[in-house]
Structures are given as C-alpha cells and as structure tokens.
C-alpha cells in the first residue's frame, strides 16, 4: 500500500500529504488531482496535487482540514500507509505562451496552483501571483512562488500583509496594472474561484478555475461530480477539474457542495465520540 | 440614589456598579470579562467610563454608583480608548471575518466549512453568532485592526471529554478562571506563563481529567468567545428554539436552557434565573441530558409477549392485553415499585391505581430508606419539629460543615457549590464516611460554631441507623445549627410526601404479578406469574416482561418535580416523547379506565396536580400554582405527631423491596456512567464508593 513519506501541519488547518507513489510521480502535470481513501472503511476523496519528485517517487497534496475523512488524514504520520492513492487524474491544466497570466489562490489551492505557477514560468509567462489568505500565518510557500513568479501580491485581512480587502478589489487592480492580461487562473475554495470570475467577467479576461464539487469514483463513472459548465453537464473529474469561470453555473455547485451537510457532520460527531475521550 | 449617565437622568437601589445602572437604563458599555455570576475583574477595561471630578477613567465593572454621579460613557476620547484596546484584543484573535466585507454572502455560500478543525475566522468558529466578542465589535463598529495578528501557538486540545480547548480564540478575560475558582471550587483552569505568553491552562499543562476538573462546563457557559467549547455542540447549527425544563437526572433541581433542533435537544445550558443553580450545572445536566433522551435503548413502542418473545405492539392491543391479565388477580397480589424519578403525577396516578385498582400492598419507591425518610422518622419518633426543607443559601452562613457519606461534586453538585461558598467565607468542612467515626467526630463539634450536618441514604440505613441519625441531629442542634437530609434522586421528597396520602394495604405473603414502574431488584424467569414493565430504557428487566408500556421521560412531558430541599418546580416538556411513547400517568389512566375504575379521567397534568392538591396535604395548591414564579415548597405538618410513630413498621412491600441504588448516575435504568464513555472518564478518577 502507499506509504506516507511526509504529513505536516503547514499552517492551522492545512496539511501537507507525501506519499511514495512511484507510479503516479512519474506522470503527474499541473492542475491534475489524485483520488486518496485514508482508511479501508474511510471515503473517496479528491486532492489537487501539490508537487511531485520522480526521483523520490512521491506526490505531494496539500488539504484543508474539513470532515471526517481530511480529519483521518490529518492524523496519519510518516510510515502509515493508505489502502487507495490512484492518479493522476483530471485533464492537465492549459499551459502554453500565454504573456501575462495571473494566478489567484487560496487555502488549499495556494499548493494546487504551485506546479502551474512553475510550468507557466517555464513555459515563458510573466506570472504574477494573488494569494488570499485570512492572515499571515495562514500564507505558505510564500518563498517558493517569490522563486518563479514575477510578482506575489496579497490579499488578505491582515495588518501585517499591508491587505484588507478580498480578492476582487486587488484583483481588478492587477489586471489593469498587469494589462493586458492574457488569462486568470484561480483555484482554492469556491467563493474564492466564485469571486474571481465575478470580478473579470465584465473586464472579459479568460478566468480558468478548478473545481471541486464532490466526487466520488474520478474516473467519469459515478457521476457524483456532475456540474454545469457552457450550459452542459460536465463531469469535474475527466472533462475538467479545470472549466472557464465565465461560464460555470456557480449556484448549482454551491448547492450541490452542501447536499450531504448534515450527514458529513453526523459523520465527524461519530468520528470524535469514537476517537476522543 | 440619582446619577446622570450621558446627561439622561437615572435612579439606581442597592449598590450597583456604574455597569449595571447602564445597562439597566439601556446603555450600552462594552465589557469582556465582566460576568454578573462573578466578582468584578477589570483586566479587559473596555467599559471604561468617565465619572465627572475623578481623575482619568475608572473601569464601570469594577467602580460603585453613587448618588449624585455624573457619568459619561461615550466621548470621543472614550470611544477612541475603547477601540485601541479592542483593536490590541482582536490582534491576538482570528479577526478576519469581523472586518471582511464579504461575510453577508459568505454566510451563505461556505457553511459547509463549519467543520474545519481550527478556527481561523468566525466563519470556521463554533460560537459563530453567540460569540460576545463578535457583539462588542458590532457594537463599536471597526474596519480594521492596525496591527500584525498573532496566533497563539498550538492546536485545539481534545484529549479530555466533553470540553475542546483552544487557546488562540482565548481573549484572557479570565472567566473560565474565576468560575473554576469562585463559584466551583474546582480552580483548575488558570492563567499560565507571563506577558504576551500567557495561555489558560491547567497546572503542569496536565489534561484537566488529570486536574480534578467536575466537568460541569461553567468555563464553557461563561466563555465570551469559542475557546472552551462543548464538543458535542462543536459542529451543529445553532438551535431553532429553546425552552426551559428541571433537570431530572439527580435531586438538584437545576433549571436548564434546552436548545432545540428539529424537535431534539441539541445540547442543554444552565439557566442563570434557575431558583435552584443560578446559571450553574453538573456534567450531567450539561453535557448528558440530550444523549440519555436519544439513547438507543430508549422504549420506543409497546411491547407484549408472544410465544416467548417481545414483539411490538399498538398501545390499544397492550392496553387491553394488560387490563385482561390484571383483572385476573386479587386485591393484595400484584405489587408496584415507582421511580423516585418520577414526576408527581405520574408517582401520584401511580399511587392511586396502586391503592384503588390493583389493590395493592404500599408501592416500593426508593424513598423507602431514603434520607428524608430517616429524618422524617425520627422526628416522629421524638415528637418534634424536625424540618426537611431546606434552602440552599442556608448552607452558605453555616460556620461548620460536616459531610457524612455523600462525593457532593458527584450526588449533590448544587448543594457542593454552597459547601464551597460557605467554606471560601471561613467555614470548617469536615468530610467523613458514613461509619462510626462520623459519629465521634460530630460529637466533638465545637459548640460556639453552627454547624451543618449533610447526609445521604448511606447513613440510615441498618437496624442502627435511627439511632445514628438522633445522634446527629442532638449534635447539630447542640451548636444551634441543623442536619439536612440529602437524597439523590430527582422526586424523592415529592414521591415520600405523595406515599403518605395513601393508606397501606396489609402486606401479602406474597406478589403473583408485578407492576413495575421503577427499579426492582434482579429478577428471574417465572419469578412472577405477570410482569408489566412501564419505563423508558429497555433492560434486562423489560427483556423479561410480559407487556412493556414506554414511557416519556421528564424532559418530554409535564411534571413535577420536589428537590432536595422540599422545593416544588413544574417542568414542561423540551421536546416530544419519541416514538408511541407517552407519560406515565396517561398510560395508568388508561389501564385503570379498561380495568373499570372510577375518576381516572384526568384531561392534564394539571388536572392530576389538583387532585394531588387535594389528596395529600403536603402539596397545597397555592404551593402548586405558585411553582411557576416563586419558589414553593411542600408544606411541612406540625411535627411532634406522635400519631404518626412507627406507622411505617411493619409496612408489607411484597417482593419488590427496593434498596437506595448505589449509582449516583443512574437514570430510570440507564446507567449514564456505564453507557457514556466520556462520564466513565470523569467518574472513574475517583474511588468508588459504598
């Protein structure tokens, strides 16, 4: 079974996730996710990746610790193997010659977009980073997006990160200060990619964000992960995770994101009554 | 006296604080670690005032209004000095979400990130929306905290039951620490460290299992923020209503604040206007009452037995089956036990189906034996006034206190916070067993000094134990103080006082059928001829019944319900029984009407509680009426009734004598201690007892 190589608390919350897995390593491209069970009896849950090493075989996710089954994984410790680690899954992100592109991130998503930012760089982008976060302690890897962005700006209701608004004010003022702006990237929480392609539909600058509703079997057979992009059904997990922002209908997807509330609370009130004293 | 408070004229009595006449008059101060259970701290100093002809600003918790005072709580400079210290609070505390523009919209589109496991936000938070600090800066109104925030290191603490804390919500108001200490006794929690690192913590940072912590979840009720938190309620939405309902699970009487969600409780509170707790609890009645309703041993259907086994049944096909086999004995062969757990009216029904229908022998309650009864019989015996009422501010001016055989933190935790009280004003308390040094000990009393003598059920019992309870009772009263009887259960004294308005039968040799409504020693198949079992925990008693009639508990209907101290409280129902389950004394009523008896036509609880009213002296029915509003206690007869002397000797109880139960934690049957893993961590610190 995969190993966990790495499992750390990066900032209150978000955990980063190792796992030897040679065989996925080896194939992995930005925007792609993996789908994880923490335990025999646990769920299917996805997990963008965050980075991968061929030559330690492993893959590397960065999650938010919000039920049950993150809950499961955020107490595994390097040694611990997981029965299901299958990927890479999803359609790579578009990377190409863009000229300016500006990626936006938060929460998770501030180590889901990092192997874009690194692709796009290579590919000969000027990247220029948007990260939100609540507070400054709540910023990771800020080092490694200042080693391959352009520019790293925040947004944030932190003092000490110089921010008080969120991500459409500083947004809108990039992409004029950017102009022109080939394309916006955004990924982290739904308000968050909700948010962002609010705030450039009117400027018509492409917004690709990554989706997240629930999924299941990530491989298109479930369906579990169906949402409604260009007016179609989609599958999130193989005709995306990545859709154009501009054209994503955001309030079935919130809907959707909420159906299984009161179960997945039931879940974490049994989960403690069984784990804690 | 008169003070001006922003130029309005007010009048103020007593000696209240500048806070209190404010907000008495509807003005609004902001104040953190103000708490009206606790004495005045003044270490958040956001309420500070200007109080004309003294020097700078005085902290409106702390400082006493006097006549003539002319007050200013909103100046300029005032409301500028406020916002600094806020600003300095908010720094240290996950702020984001106070001064996001967002939150109208996020409100709505994140909830589902409620269960993250750290609060970064209020979003993330569980005292969302019934968190103080969120109020205060509604209040004042801020765009922005002017400083870098800091986190208090560490993650959320989960490794006790019950209680999660989290240090980096914690403003350091200090409540959790004045609770534990002033009101409880307890002083577990405290401050730890110095300066910009101190926490709220526990001695040696240990488990506050490890720390003599009750668990009774005061520092969670007085928290301002979400730092002490019950898990249970961590990730719930808040609730839809809420009622007020006598918590039945031991002899308090404490009034609790039930929160209710699509029709269950969710999570029960103190009530800080409860006669009896004044805002106080017990793990029990805070952490315990919703999951011993929802307990999937409740009896949720009728149950008969066919060919061997129990099988549901509908309440008319019971009704009848229970009535036809009844009928089949005589006067004198079926015998009843009742609950002390019971409400009045339910235990009064009982009583009367009991003498007038089954014609039974005296029905076996748990007040057989009990502590009341003791000091009831004693006084009988001697023919004195000896009172059973009590209040528990008697408890607070005694200047020794002996307690003899009773864990008060455990059986009596309301009666153990006056102990407390008294003790902090300069008390001696004295705890011994229940055994012959007890008696040596009290004895030796120093007689300048009233004292106190609390006992519970183990000091009665055994052929000596009138004569150790008149030992008792000639010690107390030598010191010009008294002896209060403590039972455990929640109805005793109402049950003890509902038992004497009925004569006793003579006893049978014994019982063929056995109608049980409360507890009964083991029992063994074929031991009777019927067994019907009205309760709401299944056990391996109803296993063994012939028809089970479920029953709602106190929480789900009508009741009343006498505590210790002889008071009388009505407690209405928080939710709906579940399943076909209905009150005791309705399921009576409608055996008795199938067995053809007379005047069991009761449409109320009401109803029933005037016939009480009527049938036993003791509950006059301006006591009744009166339990509502202000306190009302059962009405005492003239003591010295030698009549009364060895009345109760050689009462017939069939076979279903009772003893006092040992488990403190027991409710109808279902043992909290045993059946809540978390109530075995705290109860299993401590030697048991006998």
Redesign the interface.
Known sequence: MPKILTRERLVPNLHLLEVHAPEVAGKCRPGQFVIVMPDEKGERIPLSIADWDVERGSVTAVFLVVGTTTRKLAALKAGDEIPVFVGPLGRPSEIAAFGTVVLVAGCFGIGALWPAARALKAAGNRVVALIDAKADYLVYWKDRFRSVCDRVVFSSRDYALGSKEFVPGPLERLLEAEAPVARVIAVGCTYLMYASAQATKPLGVKTVVSLNPIMVDGTGMCGACRCTAEGKTKFACVDGPDFDGHHVDWDELFMRRKSYFDDETRSLCRYEETELP | MKLLIDGRAVTAEGTPTLLEVARANGIFVPALCEHPALEPYAACRLCLVEVKGRKGFVPACSTRAEDGQEVMTATAEIQALRKGILELILAEH????L????KP??DD?????????????CV?CPANGRCELQRVVEAMGL?????????RPG?VR????FIDRDN?LCILCGRCVRVCQEIRGASVLTFVSRGSETVIGTALDRRL?DSACQFCGACVDVCPTGSLMD??G???RPAEAGTKAVCALCGQGCRLNAGIREGRIAGTSPDMDGPVNRGQACVKGRFLVGPALSHPRRLLKPLVRENGSLREAGWEEALDLAAKRLAAFAAGEVAVSASAQSSCEDLFVLQRFAAEVLRAPAVAGPWTGSAAAGLRDLGRTAGRALPLNFRMTDIDHARTIVVIGEDLPVTQPIVGLHVHRAASMGAEVIKVDAGKRALGLVSRLDRSKPAVILFGPSLVGGADGPARLAALEAAAAATGGRIIALDREANVRGGLAIAEAFPTLPASTGARALYLAGPHPKLKPGEAELVIVQGSYGDEISALADIVFPEATSFEAEGTFVNVEGRIQVSRPAVAPPGEARPGWRILQDLAGRLGAKGFGYGSEADVRAALAEAAPAFDAAALAASNEGPAFLAEGPAGAAAFAGRDAGRGRGRARVAAPLDPDDYKGLSLVLEN??LK?VRGRRCPRS
Do not use: Q
């Open positions: 996950p702020h984001a979400c001064i996001c523009a967002e919209s996020c589109l994140k909830s589902t990130i409620r269960k993250t496991g750290e609060v970064t936000g993330l765009g922005l905290v002017p400083f870098p925030s800091h986190r993650e989960r490794d006790d039951p980096s299992l898990r249970g961590r990730y719930d893993k978390s961590l």
